[in-house]
């Protein structure tokens, strides 16, 4: 089974510095799907950025780029030029292409609660 | 357009009772999702439904089925509700099952049980 891994429960970052949030997984696939979700006090998780394994470039939305190592298993998200909006819970979750009759779901870390101070 | 829609917004059931949480997904989404978020956690996998049939389940007991309906509207039923049920369930719904596409989430019902 694939597993998540987020070791820090909580980060802080002061306005319009840069923070690195750390993920590593756990799979025997080779095919499969990386995402960071963003959850607000608002409760509706949002989704921030996307990679696919089989892509070796980083992925990059705005102020959000990835790192990611297939071979370390690891997936960490950097928050460039932070802003107080971007205070919330993050969860690094897995994917795996779907199988012939088998569900495609999203395995969650147990996030990283991200303070932004001025 | 609508998001993903989930009702009730908030719930206080009672042990042993029987809640329905409802689910409408974006239109045009096929794949509907239920996850269940206990306060500290990350989300687990409850069910997934495509096209109207079960794709898969978490490890989850009996006591708790779903289903999804024509419209690709669904209901997450859970029987004989233990305080260890307190939870947010969400919702997220996918055009296809295939692709990259991370699931379009809901803003949840939070449920309590006392």
Known sequence: AQTVTQSQPEMSVQEAETVTLSCTYDTSESDYYLFWYKQPPSRQMILVIRQEAYKQQNATENRFSVNFQKAAKSFSLKISDSQLGDAAMYFCAYRSPPHTGTASKLTFGTGTRLQVTL | ?114
């Open chain 2, 1 to 114: 357009d609508a998001g993903v829609t989930q009702s009730p917004t908030h719930l206080i059931k009672t042990r042993g009772q029987h809640v329905t949480l409802r689910c409408s997904p974006i239109s045009g989404h096929k794949s509907v999702s239920w996850y269940q978020q206990v306060l500290g956690q990350g989300p687990q996998f409850i069910f997934q439904y495509y096209e109207k049939e079960e794709r898969g389940r978490g490890n989850f007991p009996d006591r708790f089925s779903a289903r999804q309906f024509p419209n690709y509207s669904s209901e997450l039923n859970v029987n004989a509700l233990l305080l260890g049920d307190s939870a947010l369930y969400l919702c997220a719904s996918s055009p296809i099952l295939e692709g990259n596409y991370g699931y379009t989430f809901g803003s949840g019902t939070r449920l309590t049980v006392v």
